[in-house]
């Protein structure tokens, strides 16, 4: 590949990086116990007159989501956070790339991707000042207005991503299955009989009741749902495999059809402008932490919101029925009991579920089956170009890569940036974000697994997957004299090692998972759950789903301390009338024993 990462850093050093940004915030705290303190008047006051402290474990979009909505309503907020804000949301300097008067290369976990089905993640982001935004961070928002199927070897499917603004609210099943038929036949190029059976088996999800979507269709895998196994290889890739393993993370043959079925009901509703927040595909229009991260946590400051950055939460104490102190590790590696009234963990689960004895489990069953639930590796890398490739403007997905690759080209789309002026050394014009959903199959190089490979193998390996997506068909778009540098997230390490590992795994949905994930409100009074992991409507490991999981959480302790204060607003995700009419027909069937009625086996 000739160039290398730019930059690379340790966990120890970016920790102390991330430290340094959070700045006067990380000061001045002494050892021994440490108050959990904020700011805020009315209805969160104690009855001796001091305001509730909440200490908020964990910065990620769930923390600072719980945070915003507890500060308004008048508590005491402190947010620890053991690394960065943000958490996978965020951007972050690539180091040691900048010069001049730059900024750095701008880096990230993965690129970000908010679709018109999310309501509660716009709805914060409106109330998050921006300087010329008469709505806030969310006018930073900005719709591609294309999609591409990258097919290695053959001509690839790019099509405009439809948007009907407005559709009458008495939308049938009959228009919902022309809708989604036209689609299919316009960007899969399927067989026309492999098009109509899976029109179907979308209708019967569609018309599916609740309590079969929640038993029947939740124990059933979307691979044996959609017969993938009987069908052509662009069926299954597409349509079984591309669905599951490069937007839920998790394999075809074990994900609950349930989860697919859910979001992909919600896409094909945002397709036909019913009941969205805006277009099926929208991003950002500048770097995560420049258009929405970085003024959400100055408008948290100024609601008197306190962070403690570089603060690792190890333990949560718990006695009386109630949790007495969390055990929290500050910068420097001293251990300290952070004291507050109520506690929100909004925690990956994996890292929540090392902070619970086995006392605190027993109190609350639904912590112990959190063990039941279960993370993979979904992690981006980025490559900075000197020219900028001629790929669809919008998100691509290379559907024949091994290594499940979705990317899309971004400065494009960053208008506010003229990115050689403002980035990096002056010579890459372009980033382009690319998301590894498959770390555990051989790629083509090496003949290795991602986690088999040194991070250079990864970047060479990744460079060749996109390369043999890309300039298969005639046309060069990726050239190697154009690569720039590349930058892998620095969460994961040891890869190419017997034991490598990723600090910031996603939650993935096999059959089964709706069962074990947990509420927002424990059996703990002051105890309450924030996470992507937590059960919530769109039933999806999402910042939507992290952003209604804090809103709950914070509904569940307004409940508990009996507070007269607005509860926040969950939105759950859109219903159509005449589809809830034949969901209730389908419920009786259930309660028969019988299929679905569209069930054609």
Known sequence: ????????????????????????????????????????????????????????LGGGVAGLTAAHELAERGFAVTVYERRALGGKARSMDVPKSARGNRKPLPGEHGFRFIPGIYHNLPDTMRRIPFPGNAHGVWDNLVAPPEMMFARTGREDLRAPIPWKDGTPPDLTPDD??????????????????????????????????????????????????TKAAKMSKDYQRILAIGVTRNIVATKAEEASTRTVGTLGEAFV?????????????????????????????THLTSLGVEFRIGWTVRELGFGGGRITKTVIEDPDGVRRDVVADHYVQAMPVEHARETWSAELKAADPQLARCDKLETDWMTGIQFYLTESPDTVDGHFNCIDSPWSLTAIAQARHWKGRDFPKDYGDGTAVDCLSVDISEWDKKGILYGKTAKQCTREEVAKEVWAQLKAALNDTGKTVLRDSALHSWFLDPGVDGIGTPHPTNEDQLLIHPVGTLHNRPSSATKIPNLFLSGDYVAVDIDLATMEGANASARQAVNALLDEVGSDAARCTVTPLHRIPAIEALKRHDRVRYKLGLPNALDLG
Do not use: K
Not at 184 to 193: G, K, R, S
Not at 194 to 207: D, I, Q
Not at 280 to 294: F, H, Q, S
């Open 1 to 56: 590949m000739g160039r290398t990462e730019q930059g690379s850093t340790t966990r120890r050093s970016f920790v102390a990086g991330a430290a340094a940004v959070g700045g006067a915030a990380a000061l001045g705290v002494g050892a021994g116990a440490q108050p959990a303190t904020a700011a805020a008047p009315g209805s969160a006051r104690q009855a001796g007159g001091g305001r509730q402290s909440v200490a908020v």
């Open 176 to 225: 919902i299955a022309r809708a989604l038929t036209g689609f299919l036949q316009t960007v899969t190029n399927l067989p026309a009989h492999e098009t109509a059976y899976f029109v179907n088996r979308g209708l019967v999800f569609l018309t599916s009741c609740d309590e079969r979507r929640n038993d029947q269709w939740e124990s059933t895998p979307w691979w044996d749902f």
């Open 269 to 297: 509703f945002n397709l036909l402008g019913q009941g969205a927040d805006g277009p099926p595909d929208r991003i950002l229009n500048l770097p995560t932490n420049e258009a929405w991260i970085d003024p959400w946590v």
